[in-house]
T-cell receptor, first 111, second 114 residues
Framework: QQQVKQSPQSLIVQKGGISIINCAYE??????FPWYQQFPGKGPALLIA?????SEKKEGRFTISFNKSAKQFSLHIMDSQPGDSATYFC??????????FGAGTTVTVRA | GAVVSQHPSWVICKSGTSVKIECRSL??????MFWYRQFPKQSLMLMAT?????????EQGVEKDKFLINHASLTLSTLTVTSAHPEDSSFYIC??????????FGDGTRLSIL
């Protein structure tokens, strides 16, 4: 049973466009919500993370929006570049620090 | 900073042999290390959590006698896949964490059992 549901499974965006990936969770004990970027054959790399006390966090071209009441959070990639083509995973954890990952979204940025 | 190194990056071995994978935190002391498995085009599934000097805690459905984890120091954890079979072929990834800081992941080990 996947504790974090992620959509879409894949998306294609033109260079300069915005990529949006959505995640939803059920466990109200989750208090840490990171996003990871993974390239083929590599481990995931932390992109950006948020805690439930804020509704939005921005780092460069990456923004997390968090809706605690709806138990949803999303990643926006602004001004998408070909180098952003990768698989993106949302995740969530609580006090035990164990990460539950979403299913992943493959993003393809067309030049 | 926060570099996690995994070795080997790729290993091919015969069915029935045992394979050891190392995970090292190079520039920080990891109080906790995690081991994940990832099948092609799928998500990461947590296998076990290990704290330095303690026995590993395994997730439901993971055979602890098959996947032996040792966390002997604050910078090294090993995963040994014993009597490996083709169905154990997968991408194994470790992560390391200190306190409540974010987990940092290694680059994974691709295990192929013939």
């Amino acid at each position: 049973q996947q504790q974090v549901k992620q959509s879409p499974q894949s998306l294609i965006v033109q260079k300069g466009g915005i990529s949006i990936i959505n995640c939803a969770y059920e466990n109200t004990a989750f208090d840490y919500f990171p996003w990871y970027q993974q390239f083929p054959g590599k481990g995931p790399a932390l992109l950006i993370a948020i805690r439930p006390d804020v509704s939005e966090k921005k780092e460069g071209r990456f923004t997390i929006s968090f809706n605690k009441s709806a138990k949803q959070f999303s990643l926006h990639i602004m001004d998408s570049q070909p180098g952003d083509s990768a698989t993106y995973f949302c995740a969530a954890s609580g006090g035990d620090y164990k990460l539950s990952f979403g299913a992943g979204t493959t993003v393809t940025v067309r030049a | 900073g926060a570099v996690v190194s995994q070795h080997p990056s790729w290993v091919i071995c015969k069915s029935g042999t045992s394979v050891k994978i190392e995970c090292r935190s190079l520039d920080f002391q990891a109080t906790t290390m995690f081991w994940y498995r990832q099948f092609p085009k799928q998500s990461l599934m947590l296998m076990a959590t290990s704290n330095e000097g303690s026995k590993a805690t395994y997730e439901q459905g993971v055979e602890k006698d098959k996947f032996l984890i040792n966390h002997a120091s604050l910078t090294l954890s090993t995963l040994t896949v014993t009597s490996a079979h083709p169905e154990d072929s997968s991408f194994y990834i470790c992560s390391a964490q200190t306190g409540n800081q974010p987990q940092h992941f290694g680059d994974g080990t691709r295990l192929s059992i013939l």
